[in-house]
């Protein structure tokens, strides 16, 4: 009789933990690409219009202690930098920290950069003013922990800003078009970026109602803006995604 090789089924954990090791190695892969799209959007008109969109939504005058979660080439880290903010940028690539530390050493600012999971912070209670991030939460294998952890390192008062879309019924393609910020990406890639995303629970809620309501759970106070993109995304020379960015403003 044939015995057949019965795998053994992975335990939740075993499962987590494969998959954010797909995920990182994804994004080590991105990194260099994805760093030559944050410094276009840099050198162009995008950088002020969200310094002055982060200015508004911050509204101090004074020096903040920041954690930019999922920074990956450092985009937000250089631009609350500049604004005089002392600024620690967290993730889990290390080619994406690698990026990160090239570009705030150009852009002249400084920022402290470790290698972290953003649902398990290596940090102590109440260390931070602010917790921003941007386009991560739809990648997140557990965003319900990531937004305990989150909640967790803000101050009494403090602020958590989170900018992302709707990814979870969005089936990515390759683009074509050279103005677009998705160009030149491998077919290969694109097909296992949709393949990580359907593995996400966060792709089965809809956004930003979902994070709102879960926010507000933690006690926190939320404010939602469905659609920030003409603010920030200022660029004619750059195409980007024609889901609506939302702003999710959450305080202790």
């Known amino acids: 009789m044939m015995k057949h090789n019965v795998q053994p089924k992975l335990s939740a954990y075993e499962q987590e933990h494969q998959l954010n090791a797909q995920i990182e190695a994804y994004w080590d892969e991105r990194s260099r690409d994805f760093s030559k799209l944050r410094q276009k959007e840099l050198s162009g008109p995008c950088a002020a219009a969200w310094q002055v969109y982060l200015q508004e939504k911050l509204s101090v005058a004074t020096p903040l202690k920041i954690l930019d979660i999922g920074t990956g080439a450092g985009f937000f880290a250089i631009l609350l930098a500049q604004l005089g903010h002392k600024v620690t940028g967290i993730d889990m690539s290390s080619d994406m920290l690698h990026q990160a530390k090239q570009n705030v050493l150009a852009a002249g600012c400084s920022a402290d950069f470790h290698k972290m999971n953003a649902q398990e912070l290596d940090f102590a209670d109440e260390t931070f003013d602010v917790v921003i991030s941007r386009n991560l939460t739809w990648t997140l294998p557990d965003v319900m922990q ?107």
């Not at 949709?194 to 507000?216: C, G, V, Y």
Request: net charge negative; aromatic share 8%; glycine share 4%.
């Open 146 to 252: 990531a937004y305990r952890e989150w909640q967790r390192v803000l101050k009494k008062g403090g602020k958590l800003l989170n900018f992302d879309s709707d990814y979870g019924l969005v089936t990515f393609s390759r683009k074509e078009d050279q103005a677009d910020v998705h160009a030149n990406i491998r077919q290969e890639l694109v097909t296992e970026c949709n393949d990580i995303k359907d593995e996400l629970r966060i792709s089965t809620h809809r956004r930003p109602q979902w994070d709102a309501q879960f926010l507000r759970d933690l006690g926190m106070q939320v404010t939602v803006e469905e659609e920030i993109a003409p603010k920030v995304r200022t660029d004619k020379n750059m195409q980007f995604d024609t889901l609506p960015l939302f702003a999710i403003i959450a305080s202790n």
